[in-house]
């Protein structure tokens, strides 16, 4: 099964500022997702990532807030831009390895702004 | 309104007991169930994951169950240990929209000595 690297794992972040998190796969993937999950909740799709195309965001998520990048079949990246305080939540990224296997989830980003 | 919704939203059982999980759906067409399970500061693992034809998948002392004329689905953790307490997300996929998942909200497990 495919491994999920994300980083960072958690930040502490000032209102304002804007945070990249990062997730490496250690195989090639297709279909990449990045999930938010606020405290005691599920998660929620904020947007697909399929290498060479733009990201495809979710009702409520947009591009300017939380563009994403796809250079390649093993990396993306997420980032959080112009943070508030509703922003602090775990970001999570996840994988779709195709074959009718479940979607794998990296570990989450634990992100809280001040 | 969700299209998963799961019961109880939490319980506490002794260690060595039994359980059941809830998870009812509204999802159409339907793909495929998954349980997971996500352990505190961790993403979520993945259990089981059934199609419309299957009617059990059992991992170990867990056993999910799904009838998909009802839309309902259980899980049952046999001889739970410690290392159970978690919470355990029911994931439903739609049909004709490859990756796309519904979550339901979790039921949070502690499984108390």
């Known amino acids: 099964s495919a491994v999920i690297s994300q980083k960072p794992s958690r930040d502490i972040c000032q209102r304002g500022t804007s945070l990249t998190i990062q997730c490496q796969v250690d195989s090639q993937v297709t279909m990449m997702f990045w999930y938010r999950q606020q405290p005691g909740q599920s998660l929620t799709l904020i947007a697909t990532?399929?290498?060479?195309?733009?990201?495809?965001?979710e009702s409520g998520f947009v591009i300017d807030k939380f563009p994403i990048s796809r250079p390649n079949l093993t990396f993306s990246t997420l980032t959080v831009s112009n943070m508030s305080p509703e922003d602090s939540s775990i970001y999570l990224c996840?994988?779709?390895?195709?074959?009718?296997?479940?979607?794998?989830f990296g570990d989450g980003t634990r992100l809280s702004i001040l | 309104k969700n299209q998963v919704e799961q019961s109880p939203q939490s319980l506490i059982i002794l260690e060595g007991k039994n359980c059941t999980l809830q998870c009812n759906y509204t999802v159409s067409p339907f793909s495929n169930l998954r349980w997971y399970k996500q352990d505190t500061g961790r993403g979520p693992v993945s259990l089981t994951i059934?199609?419309?034809?299957?009617n059990t998948k059992s991992n170990g002392r867990y056993t999910a169950t799904l009838d998909a004329d009802t839309k309902q689905s259980s899980l049952h953790i046999t001889a739970s240990q410690l290392s159970d307490s978690a919470s355990y997300i029911c994931?439903?996929?739609?049909?004709?929209?490859?990756?796309?998942?519904?979550f339901g909200a979790g039921t949070q497990v502690v499984v108390t000595p």
């Open positions: 994931v439903v996929s739609e049909a004709d929209s490859w990756g796309k998942l519904q």
């Open positions: 996840s994988v779709d390895p195709g074959l009718g296997q479940p979607q794998h």
């Open positions: 059934m199609t419309f034809s299957e």
């Open positions: 990532a399929n290498q060479g195309s733009e990201a495809t965001y």
